[in-house]
């Protein structure tokens, strides 16, 4: 089946250590992304990539790291220097040619910060 | 910011039409409006979307006005497992013209109800 994992599902981390999620596609997805949703709220854009080695700041990157070594692979790493990381993250991707940029989403990962 | 308004909440009997409204009044010519639901704890599901014609799939049919400044996401017979959060989204449909830039609202919480 093709898709998007997220792993963990659930993740708990002490106050001021960095802890990296993981997002991995077989869609054969160029485009690829990483939101974050708190309670009640819509998603917000954290980062995203259209190509392997490239990634680009989206509105909230502040205290967040990406990297895209490989194609179906876009790490998120949460630093110490993120004020408020408590919250629901999402991972999509979408192609990019083809008239319609349509994002497949995993299904999350839910970090809490103690 | 969004550009689009919806209402935060609705309800909706059990095997009814549920018929969400959307209000994109800025959308411009080049410009697809895109539903997503989120059920929760989940990631957003892709249901529809459309330029300026009807559209139909087998989950939902997608109402676009002919001023194109609003839209009504049409859930023919809605279950109970269509409660969720329901997000209409504006959005250009290539990336080199911003297609990645996907805002996501508080959207309209749906209950369905038996």
């Known amino acids: 089946d093709g898709g998007i994992t997220q792993s963990p599902k659930y993740l708990f981390r002490k106050e001021g250590q960095n802890v990296t999620l993981s997002c991995e596609q077989n869609?054969?997805?160029?485009?690829m992304y990483w939101y974050r949703q708190d309670p009640g709220q819509g998603l917000r854009l954290i980062y995203y990539?259209?190509?392997?080695?490239?990634?680009q700041k989206g509105d909230i990157a502040e205290g967040y790291s990406v990297s895209r070594e490989k194609k179906e692979s876009f790490p998120l790493t949460v630093t110490s220097a993120q004020k408020n990381p408590t919250a629901f993250y999402l991972c999509?991707?979408?192609?990019?040619?083809?008239?319609?940029?349509?994002?497949?989403f995993g299904p999350g990962t839910r970090l809490t910060v103690l | 910011d969004a550009k689009t308004t919806q209402p935060p909440s609705m309800d909706c009997a059990e095997g009814r039409a549920a018929n969400l409204p959307c209000n994109h009044s800025?959308?411009?010519?080049?410009?697809?409006v895109y539903w997503y639901r989120q059920i929760h704890s989940q990631g957003p599901q892709y249901i529809i979307h459309g330029l300026k014609n009807n559209e139909t799939n087998e989950m939902a049919s997608l109402i676009i006005t002919e001023d194109r400044k609003s839209s009504t996401l049409i859930l023919p017979h809605a279950t109970l497992r269509d409660t969720a959060v329901y997000y209409c989204?504006?959005?250009?449909?290539?990336?080199?013209?911003?297609?990645?830039?996907?805002?996501f609202g508080a959207g309209t919480r749906l209950f369905v109800k038996a």
């Open positions: 800025t959308i411009s010519g080049n410009e697809y």
């Open positions: 869609l054969n997805h160029d485009a």
């Open positions: 999509a991707s979408s192609p990019i040619a083809g008239g319609s940029v349509e994002q497949f």
């Open positions: 989204i504006v959005r250009v449909g290539a990336w080199d013209t911003g297609g990645f830039k996907t805002i």
């Open positions: 990539s259209q190509i392997v080695n490239d990634f």
